[in-house]
């Protein structure tokens, strides 16, 4: 299956329009036979804010005032712009969306019926309402239509109806439902045409007057048609892979690129491949275009940076583009200079017979880039570096050997020059078992890159260090140097280098038709171990090991390099069993497009396992290899990641809401976190927390803030799907000086979710540190109730007692509360009862006074008094300690924590040995 995080895609986009009297509607998307464009693309939920650099600017006629057609695009600073054809921006322009961003490209496109075509572009404001927005050729919004609040990573596009002077927009969100905005009687209107229930790309073929839909977790495509406000299916075509872009008609027949990364072109009445297809293009980042300079051709930009041409007849054109500029850019086609114009990350790249003739800042497209001279980038397996910087390579057992790939880069504007002999060179610190084996080529064009490649293999534990070198014409590093680290250790997994002739250490998991070693696939070495499933005939299964020499309550953690060419593969530790995870982690690994991809897993063996740990990789109708298998044991984790605050980023706090700014401050020398909520509710939090169901837990942290209120909750999302899983929700007042609270929890035994750690923030500013989730002992129900702790924490005041300390008697303390002129006390909250159970609670006590009387609090029952109604004034005892007992069932459907009350008049209390216990039924 695709993979489960895709969100959508973009709609395909032309700039000029083709209208025909013969067909019942005609598209924005017809330009000519010979120049077509589409743009496809997907993001993970996450990366919504980063679609501005990836926006398609539009070309078209807006503005007949000045000569050519006019340029709009969404700029890096999330403004829409209208540029004339040479480049300046026209007057009324750049425009804001007022509390809100752009999250679509723009059309140029007459909706509003008069002789002017518009801007129509989406947006989303704050509170996550997405609307469509109008402009006019003065930068004046001049319509807006709410959609509602939906999610669309995807671009709308424009269809005019049958003897329509304006076009309607289609617009689909994220769980597939299809919207059209038209215009009404003079008024934008807007509604549902259809609902998909999965994500799907939508084009137009204007020769049939059917939408083509795609479905990127499907082998087929479907044509419906759009009749008298009526969406039907029209007919459907199987086709050998899902198509993962929207598909276009090209010269009567339908091409697209697929989930097995190849280039279809097909007959658009029964799928049948047209001689020459399909095409295996490597990585396509999602662009297809249909262009002609001496010949008709189609273009796949890359993920690489490059961009494959492909003839009509299928073959792979020798005149391929290879500019590193194209990486992770969208296109638009330039009528006038009959080229490809390229929106990359805000700057742009105007292309024409393969040549660069044109490249600007956004905002400047007519001027060049600053001359920036000769700069290298530098990259150890993916991971930016500095110069003289560290980088601690992956560990491997002993025995086992890797392959470290460090990448150069040339982001400058001239030829970078190595000049060294050889061109890269190590220096042992204590590491004499690395060796060379790839030197990086001599020279670098802009954008281009170049690798070295260092292999390290020990056959003795430990670290060991080189320090690598290479000299250039750099303007800012001439000589470029670093310290690379690696390290051998103890591997519980045999053969996890994959280096061994044979398979004996891999046993196979069911009938996997193929299990074997391969010399043409590796990650590191010269070797990894290959197997397929099929299911269809019987034939899953995958590889395993039996009988690890794990050691029970001891933290471990297993990682491999996997590439799933196909299928599924499914990861799994097990206890006695092969068949089942021992912590129910159902782990799916899609395919990986032809990369290798780390996978890591953290896991305590439970403290009661005895023998035969096991290591599964089950695949299903899958092709897989598997690299640097390593199971290795680890010190106990940090539950709660940069808890401390230490870090120079903020990767591992999430938003919740919208916070108006989160970020590290310092305070002295202590990194803290900072957040600001001035116009409301909003907050951060920790996803994904490792707790184990049934464990008991205590939350601490430091605070300060100055809002309306500061909320901890632990969100369980299957017990609560926003709350507190405990129902707790306790407002920490403000201060201006850190204080600390703890919590004490057990996770549920039946939670499906994991657990997030959230500080929720009203009206204000806080600050946050040392932030610590530990296991610990089933703590006793009430805390501190044999009153040894140092502090008062556990026992607040209620009222406003005179005295309340702690004080000594023979050595062991006990809890003295005096209040001789009113009411006074103590009192317990968050203590977490089971429903309808029999508990009792205890104490020893003195007391001297007018009246004592504990209390058992359930808010929603009795919001100050006892649930039930229980009001005991316990007597004097003069000098000697006297004992109370009380047994009490807890109510069917309990959802809320007790308090405990102790309350006095006019008196003085001791108070130890407090205890609530579960007794059998009374």
């Given at each position: ?45 996450q ?53 809100g ?117 499907e ?7 759009l ?65 002609t ?23 792979i ?12 850019s ?12 390229s ?11 393969n ?47 890797q ?12 030829q ?36 070295a ?61 193929v ?35 794990v ?104 938003n ?80 201006d ?49 044999d ?21 000594l ?38 007391f ?19 649930f039930?109604?229980?009001?005991q ?5 003069g ?11 807890t ?10 009350f ?21």
């Amino acid at each position: 299956m695709f993979l489960r995080s895709f969100l959508g895609f973009l709609f395909f986009k032309a700039v000029f329009m083709q209208r025909s009297s013969k067909k019942t509607v005609k598209s924005l998307f017809v330009l000519s036979t010979s120049l077509l464009l589409f743009v496809v693309s997907f993001f993970h939920p996450q990366n919504v804010f980063g679609r501005e650099n990836n926006f398609v600017p539009a070309i078209g006629e807006i503005l007949s005032s000045i000569p050519g057609p006019e340029r709009s695009g969404i700029g890096i600073d999330g403004k829409l712009t209208l540029y004339s054809y040479q480049g300046d921006i026209v007057s009324g322009f750049p425009v804001a969306l007022p509390n809100g961003i752009f999250i679509s490209s723009p059309l140029l496109v007459n909706v509003l019926g008069d002789s002017n075509n518009e801007i129509v572009v989406l947006g989303r404001n704050s509170q996550g309402t997405t609307s469509l927005y109008i402009y006019n050729s003065l930068g004046n919004q001049v319509g807006n239509i709410s959609l509602g609040n939906i999610d669309v990573y995807f671009d709308p596009i424009a269809v005019y109806p049958e003897s329509s002077s304006f076009a309607d927009i289609f617009v689909v969100s994220q769980e597939g439902q299809l919207k059209k905005v038209s215009l009404v009687g003079g008024v934008l209107q807007e509604e549902d045409v259809f609902q998909f229930n999965t994500p799907v790309g939508i084009s137009f073929d204007t020769q049939s007057d059917e939408f083509i839909v795609n479905f990127p977790l499907e082998s087929h495509i479907s044509m419906y048609t759009l009749q008298s406000g009526n969406f039907s299916l029209n007919r459907e075509l199987q086709i050998e892979s899902p198509a993962l872009y929207p598909v276009r008609v090209y010269q009567g027949n339908y091409v697209f690129v697929a989930r097995d990364n190849k280039l279809y072109s097909v007959n658009r009445l029964n799928a049948s491949n047209l001689s020459g297809f399909p095409v295996h293009v490597g990585s396509p980042s999602g662009s297809v275009i249909f262009q002609t300079h001496s010949e008709e051709k189609i273009g796949v930009p890359l993920i690489n940076g490059g961009m494959i041409f492909v003839s009509q007849m299928g073959e792979i054109l020798e005149n391929t583009v290879k500019k590193n500029l194209l990486k992770h850019s969208v296109f638009s086609p330039d009528i006038l200079s009959n080229g490809i114009f390229s929106s990359l990350r805000g700057k742009n790249q105007l292309y024409v017979n393969n040549t660069s003739l044109l490249s600007s800042i956004f905002s400047n497209i007519r001027f060049p880039f600053e001359n920036l001279g000769q700069i290298i980038a530098v990259q150890v397996e993916g991971q930016d570096i500095q110069n003289a910087s560290q980088y601690h390579a992956t560990p491997i057992g002993v025995g086992s050997s890797q392959n470290i790939h460090i990448t150069f880069k040339n982001i400058g504007s001239n030829q970078i020059i190595f000049s060294n002999t050889p061109i890269f060179s190590i220096t042992p610190n204590n590491g004499q078992d690395f060796e060379i084996i790839k030197q990086p080529k001599a020279f670098l064009e802009v954008g281009e890159t170049t690798d070295a490649i260092v292999r390290f293999s020990s056959q003795t534990l430990g670290e060991q260090s080189i320090v690598w070198q290479v000299s250039s014409n750099d303007s800012q590093a001439p000589t470029f140097s670093s310290t690379l680290f690696g390290q051998a250790i103890n591997n519980l997994l045999v053969d996890g280098s994959m280096e061994e002739e044979n398979v004996d250490a891999w046993r196979a998991y069911a009938k996997p038709p193929v299990r074997e070693k391969s010399t043409q696939e590796f990650f590191s070495g010269a070797k990894s171990i290959h197997f397929t499933s099929n299911a269809l005939v019987g034939q899953s299964g995958g590889i395993q090991q039996l009988a690890i020499p794990v050691l029970a309550g001891h933290w471990y953690r297993v990682s491999f390099q996997y590439k799933v060419n196909e299928g599924t593969l499914y990861p799994r530790l097990g206890i006695k069993s092969s068949n089942g995870d021992f912590e129910v982690i159902n782990s799916e690994l899609e395919s990986t497009a032809g990369q290798w991809v780390k996978y890591t897993r953290n896991f305590k063996v439970p403290d009661d396992f005895v023998s035969d740990f096991r290591f599964v990789l089950h695949s299903r109708d899958a092709d897989v290899y598997i690299d640097d298998a390593i199971m290795e044991e680890i010190e106990d984790p940090l539950l709660i990641k940069d808890g401390d605050m230490s870090a120079s980023h903020i990767n591992n706090w999430v938003n919740w809401g919208n916070p108006t700014l989160l970020e590290k401050r310092f305070e002295g020398i202590n990194s803290v976190l900072y957040m600001a909520s001035p116009d409301g509710g909003a907050g951060v939090q920790q996803i994904n927390v490792p707790t184990e169901n049934g464990k008991w837990y205590k939350l601490s942290f430091r605070y300060k803030h100055n809002g309306e209120r500061l909320r901890p909750v632990l969100n369980v999302h299957d017990i609560n799907r926003q709350g507190d899983f405990e129902g707790i929700y306790r407002d920490l007042s403000p201060t201006d000086v850190w204080k600390t609270y703890e919590r004490l929890f057990q996770m549920p035994t039946d939670a499906q979710s994991s657990l997030t750690v959230r500080f929720t923030l009203r009206y204000g500013e806080v600050y946050l540190d040392d932030v610590v989730l530990v296991e610990i002992p089933k703590p006793e129900i009430v805390r501190d109730g044999d009153m040894e702790s140092s502090t008062l924490d556990n026992w607040r005041d209620y009222g406003s007692s005179d005295i309340r300390e702690k004080r000594l008697d023979s050595g062991d303390k006990y809890l003295f509360v005096e209040d001789l002129d009113d009411a006074g006390g103590v009192s317990q909250g968050d203590i977490h009862l089971n429903a309808a159970t029999t508990y009792k609670l205890s104490f020893r006590y003195k007391f001297q006074g007018e009246r004592f009387r504990p209390l058992i609090n359930i808010r929603s029952i009795s919001k100050q008094g006892d649930f039930e109604g229980i009001y005991q004034n316990l007597r004097e005892t003069g000098q000697e300690w006297g004992t109370y007992e009380r047994i009490f069932n807890t109510p069917e459907g309990l959802n809320e924590n007790i308090t405990l009350f102790a309350t006095i008049r006019s008196g003085s209390l001791w108070l130890d040995d407090v205890v609530l216990e579960e007794v059998s039924g009374g």
